[in-house]
């Protein structure tokens, strides 16, 4: 049993599943959990059948650009969180560029909450089809590293698990837990495990070895925390100013 391929998959894939997991309470709190739960359960379903089919393909791709393939992907879709996060516990997030007000929002237009709502279906579909294909991605990678597939899919198979007990044990509180605080976390370790895949595939040597995809997280969430409290402050240092205006 190789724990480092396991804990690696285990971790990468819970990361991702939060993210689900966020878009689809955003979505279950205003258009009514079955859609929510419809549109997440498809893409994660289509991705299945499509890895299942293409799994073997795509072991003929080199190791190194899968690996820089995934840590793009999550740098890429990372940064956009970290932006919004960022913004908003700093104090210039406006109403009108806040994305889960905006989901809101959209969601309230396009019908009632208690039937179904094909809006929601579909946001929730595209969210969990992306994240998904990620962690498809994730397993390829590190079941190409050691040739330990069962490793590999042993772990996403763990977290998939657990999340959805979880999930279950806690929906009542789970349901009133901010999209705020969980996004801040999602992002932090976005970009944490997209720069240290990324290094990977760079052939960058990380003195720390496989420590690093633990406190690289840390180091972009105390960045993010950091960057947030300096805008902040600005915005405290601008408000006597106005007032002597």
């Known amino acids: ?51 299942l089919i293409l799994g073997k393909s795509l072991t003929l791709i080199p190791l190194h650009v ?14 956009k969180w970290t932006r919004s996060v960022v913004k908003y516990y700093g104090g210039v997030l406006k109403p009108k560029d806040d994305e889960d007000e905006q989901l809101r929002e959209e969601l309230e237009k396009e019908g009632i909450t208690s039937g179904w709502n094909w809006f929601a279906v579909v946001t929730t579909f595209k ?3 992306l994240e998904s294909v990620e962690i498809a991605i994730a397993i390829v990678t590190l079941g190409v590293t050691a040739g330990k597939w069962y490793e590999a899919i042993g772990g996403t198979s763990v977290a998939a698990v657990g999340l959805v007990c979880f999930a279950f044990l806690i929906r009542g ?45 840390l180091v972009w969430g105390s960045f993010m925390a950091s960057v947030a409290a300096l805008l902040r402050w600005r915005i405290t240092l601008q408000k006597p100013e106005e007032i002597i205006g």
């Open 173 to 217: 509180p789970l349901n009133q837990v901010p999209v705020k605080p969980m996004k801040f976390v999602a992002a932090m370790l976005l970009m944490g495990f997209g720069t240290y895949w990324l290094g990977e595939g760079l052939n960058v040597h990380w003195s720390t070895g496989s420590w690093t995809i633990i406190w690289l997280p």
């Open 1 to 51: 049993m190789n724990w480092e391929i396991f804990l690696a998959s285990f971790t990468g894939s819970l990361i991702e599943l939060l993210e689900i997991l966020g878009v689809a309470i955003v979505v279950g709190r205003v258009a009514g959990w079955r859609n929510a739960l419809v549109g997440a359960g498809s893409g994660i379903g289509l991705t299945v059948v499509a890895s």
């Open 66 to 79: 899968l690996e820089i393939i995934a840590g793009a992907v999550l740098l890429a879709f990372g940064q």
């Open 127 to 129: 969210s969990a089809l």
